[in-house]
T-cell receptor, first 112, second 114 residues
Framework: GDSVTQMEGPVTLSEEAFLTINCTYTATGYPSLFWYVQYPGEGLQLLLKATKADDKGSNKGFEATYRKETTSFHLEKGSVQVSDSAVYFCALSDRIDYKLSFGAGTTVTVRA | GAGVSQSPSNKVTEKGKDVELRCDPISGHTALYWYRQSLGQGLEFLIYFQGNSAPDKSGLPSDRFSAERTGGSVSTLTIQRTQQEDSAVYLC????????????FGNGTRLTVT
């Protein structure tokens, strides 16, 4: 079945550092790919998405590019802030039943 | 506007008791999902509703778990004869039910079975 594997955490880094969270997927067909974020004390919310190969999703300074050849959707941000501290989840949708399959989540802590 | 609302936010119950978890989706959202988030685990899919129908119940862990949705709105997840391994955060999400529609999540119900 469809699955997502993402980089294990936790990740701790300093403000203004570069952040990468790796995500790879296994799917039949052509899934849509998502990154969701869960800030402390809040519910999960969509961060960005890409619906076809070579699409780049971006939001709040974060970017991820849908790479079909490497089945990857790595999340990047060039200069993180303390407010980016959260749990990040990579997810895919097989576009048949709209069910999202999530990775295990990566906890990111940014220190001032 | 109002988001997805889940109640209760916390529930502590004794092993063997039944529990009901409630989800109020965003008005107009036809699709509703239940996930389970255990400590150190990802989000485990439980069940999905399109309207009042559940085309995919494949994620329900056992026959102790059931869910229903009435009026295309509120959904209830019921766990009978709870076990300690049922302890987790149960998340509900809703969406417009279209391809690539984002899921809007509630804050979850934290269930602790003692």
């Amino acid at each position: 079945g469809d699955s997502v594997t993402q980089m294990e955490g936790p990740v701790t880094l300093s403000e203004e550092a570069f952040l990468t969270i790796n995500c790879t997927y296994t799917a039949t067909g052509y899934p849509s790919l998502f990154w969701y974020v869960q800030y402390p004390g809040e519910g999960l919310q969509l961060l960005l998405k890409a619906t076809k190969a070579d699409d780049k999703g971006s939001n709040k300074g974060f970017e991820a590019t849908y790479r079909k050849e490497t089945t990857s959707f790595h999340l990047e941000k060039g200069s993180v802030q303390v407010s980016d501290s959260a749990v990040y989840f990579c997810a895919l949708s097989d576009r048949i039943d709209y069910k999202l399959s999530f990775g295990a989540g990566t906890t990111v802590t940014v220190r001032a | 506007g109002a988001g997805v609302s889940q109640s209760p936010s916390n529930k502590v119950t004794e092993k063997g008791k039944d529990v009901e978890l409630r989800c109020d989706p965003i008005s107009g959202h036809t699709a509703l999902y239940w996930y389970r988030q255990s400590l150190g685990q990802g989000l485990e899919f439980l069940i999905y509703f399109q309207g009042n129908s559940a085309p995919d119940k494949s994620g329900l862990p056992s026959d102790r778990f059931s869910a229903e949705r009435t009026g295309g709105s509120v959904s209830t997840l019921t766990i009978q004869r709870t076990q300690q391994e049922d302890s987790a955060v149960y998340l509900c999400a809703s969406s417009l039910g279209l391809v690539n529609s984002p899921l809007h999540f509630g804050n979850g119900t934290r269930l602790t079975v003692t």
